[in-house]
Nanobody, 121 residues
Framework: QVQLVESGGGFVQAGGSLRLSCAVSGSIFSVNAMGWYRQAPGKQRELVAAVTSIGTTNYADSVKGRFAISRDNAKNTVYLQMNSLKPEDTAVYYC???????????????WGQGTQVTVSS
C-alpha cells in the first residue's frame, strides 16, 4: 500500500523556522510532481510549493523568499524548509505526490495525513 508519511510540524514563534519532510512508502514505479498544500481553519486548501521530478519549483506568492521546497529522488522524499514564519502560516500542511505504482499504469494523486504547523505572534 502506498502512503505519504509526513513529519516535522510543530509549534514555533514568529520569525522561527521549521522543516517538513514527506516520504513515499510502499512499492512504486515512479514519482512525478511532489508538493505541499496547507489548510487553515475556515479556509480552503491552498498550494504552498511544488517541485517536478526534474527539480522545477513553484511557490505561492505568500511564501516566496521564505520557504524552499526540495526533493531527494533516491529516497522519494520531499522537504519544505520554512523560514521567517508568520502567524498567518499557521495551518495543517499536507504532502501531495503524483505516483505510478507500476510501469504503464496511470498516475494517481496521493495525500499525506497532514501535519500541524502553529506559529505564535
Amino acid at each position: 500500500q502506498v502512503q505519504l508519511v509526513e513529519s516535522g510540524g510543530g509549534f514555533v514563534q514568529a520569525g522561527g523556522s521549521l522543516r517538513l519532510s514527506c516520504a513515499v512508502s510502499g512499492s512504486i514505479f515512479s514519482v512525478n510532481a511532489m508538493g505541499w498544500y496547507r489548510q487553515a481553519p475556515g479556509k480552503q486548501r491552498e498550494l504552498v510549493a511544488a517541485v517536478t521530478s526534474i527539480g522545477t519549483t513553484n511557490y505561492a506568492d505568500s511564501v516566496k523568499g521564505r520557504f524552499a521546497i526540495s526533493r531527494d529522488n533516491a529516497k522519494n522524499t520531499v522537504y519544505l524548509q520554512m523560514n521567517s514564519l508568520k502567524p498567518e502560516d499557521t495551518a495543517v500542511y499536507y504532502c501531495n505526490a503524483g505516483i505510478k505504482k507500476f510501469y504503464g499504469f496511470p498516475e494517481y494523486e496521493y495525500w499525506g495525513q497532514g501535519t500541524q504547523v502553529t506559529v505564535s505572534s
